[in-house]
T-cell receptor
Framework: GESVGLHLPTLSVQEGDNSIINCAYSNSASDYFIWYKQESGKGPQFIIDIRSNMDKRQGQRVTVLLNKTVKHLSLQIAATQPGDSAVYFCAERRRNAGNMLTFGGGTRLMVKP | GAGVSQSPSNKVTEKGKDVELRCDPISGHTALYWYRQSLGQGLEFLIYFQGNSAPDKSGLPSDRFSAERTGGSVSTLTIQRTQQEDSAVYLC??????????????FGAGTRLSVL
């Protein structure tokens, strides 16, 4: 997949720092959320998911936070590495839309060595 | 194979020609999705197959686009009379039965279509 996004919001961080990528959603009927990572020339790769009955979930070096009050989702990457450089997409499943995922526009993460 | 496989990886065609893009989902996955990704954009849903149910075609942009899934496995996306605005990366994803609560979609690497 193409991840060169000339118009994507970009987050630039120093290697070793923590990264926080944010995503806003608008549908209060959304009950499930996923973060994907897309490297240049590849398809999106699953990172972590969270159901709406949770507000935090941790994986290896990644944490997803869900704030349903303000309809906000974030992905935190600890000790960011050059290999984390990619475009990150959040996706939501809307309860009234069957099993479809609706994807956000993406954020490009650039890690400076 | 272990993952979703798409072919060809690249396709260059002339305006007005028809193209077929192929997707081999992960074995045993009942759900299959097609998306389109234009340069610098997110993923645009095209069509969704779930088991033997009628596909959800609500995302197909025009009647030049169609897709089929044979035997509940391999899927082909066909674009007739291609136009330059069809140029994009076409991504396929599959998931196990999503009705159980989660819906982790696993993606192929995509087919980059260029219409000259």
């Amino acid at each position: 997949g193409e991840s060169v996004g000339l118009h994507l919001p970009t987050l630039s961080v120093q290697e070793g720092d923590n990264s926080i990528i944010n995503c806003a959603y608008s549908n209060s009927a959304s009950d499930y959320f996923i973060w994907y990572k897309q490297e240049s020339g590849k398809g999106p790769q699953f990172i972590i998911d969270i159901r709406s009955n949770m507000d935090k979930r941790q994986g290896q070096r990644v944490t997803v936070l869900l704030n349903k009050t303000v309809k906000h989702l974030s992905l935190q990457i600890a000790a960011t590495q050059p290999g984390d450089s990619a475009v990150y997409f959040c996706a939501e499943r809307r309860r009234n839309a069957g099993n479809m995922l609706t994807f956000g526009g993406g954020t490009r993460l650039m890690v400076k060595p | 194979g272990a993952g979703v496989s798409q072919s060809p990886s690249n396709k260059v065609t002339e305006k007005g020609k028809d193209v077929e893009l192929r997707c081999d989902p992960i074995s045993g996955h009942t759900a299959l999705y097609w998306y389109r990704q234009s340069l610098g954009q997110g993923l645009e849903f095209l069509i969704y197959f779930q088991g033997n149910s009628a596909p959800d075609k609500s995302g197909l942009p025009s009647d030049r686009f169609s897709a089929e899934r044979t035997g509940g496995s391999v899927s082909t996306l066909t674009i007739q009379r291609t136009q330059q605005e069809d140029s994009a990366v076409y991504l396929c994803a599959s998931s196990s039965d999503p009705r159980g609560g989660k819906n982790i979609q696993y993606f192929g690497a995509g087919t980059r279509l260029s219409v000259l």
